[in-house]
C-alpha cells in the first residue's frame, strides 16, 4: 500500500523543520518523540497546530518533523511554516486562509551581527570624559 506523503520545509531564524503530513488520526511525531512530550508547553503545540485548525484537517492528517537549530519557540513557528506550505501540496484551495493568516510567509527577523568597537549589535560601550 502506497500513501501519498506530502513534504515542505519551515524556518525561522535559524531553526529549519522539514515536515512530511499524511492521512491519519492526527498524530505528530518531532525529532522521534510525541509533540507533548518535545513541547513542555501548550503554547507551542497550539502555534504548531494553528495551520491544521485554520483549513479543518485537525485529525485527518499525520505529521512527522525533524527539526533542528534555534530555540522551542523558533522550531514551533518553523514547524508551523512547513506544515502549512505542505497543506498547499495537499489542497490548493489552502492558499487563501493559509496566507491571510500570515502562516505561508518565511519571517525574516533574525538577531543582528555584534560589530566591532560595540559592546552588541547596536549598543556602545560607557562614555568617559576624564
Not at 68 to 95: C, D, F, M, P, T
Amino acid at each position: 500500500m502506497v500513501q501519498e506523503r506530502y513534504y515542505a520545509t519551515g524556518r525561522r531564524k535559524t531553526a529549519v523543520a522539514r515536515v512530511w503530513i499524511f492521512p491519519g488520526t492526527g498524530a505528530a511525531k518531532v525529532n522521534g518523540q510525541p509533540l507533548e512530550e518535545y513541547f513542555d508547553g501548550d503554547t507551542s503545540r497550539i502555534v504548531i497546530e494553528r495551520p491544521f485548525v485554520i483549513t479543518e484537517t485537525l485529525g485527518k492528517l499525520d505529521a512527522i518533523v525533524t527539526v533542528s537549530g534555534g530555540g522551542k519557540s523558533a522550531q514551533a513557528e518553523a514547524i508551523r511554516h512547513g506544515i502549512a506550505r505542505a497543506l498547499l501540496s495537499v489542497n490548493e484551495n489552502y492558499r487563501v486562509p493559509l496566507k491571510k493568516a500570515g502562516f505561508l510567509t518565511r519571517d525574516p527577523r533574525v538577531k543582528e551581527r555584534k560589530k566591532y568597537g560595540l559592546a552588541g549589535a547596536r549598543k556602545r560601550f560607557q562614555y568617559s570624559k576624564r
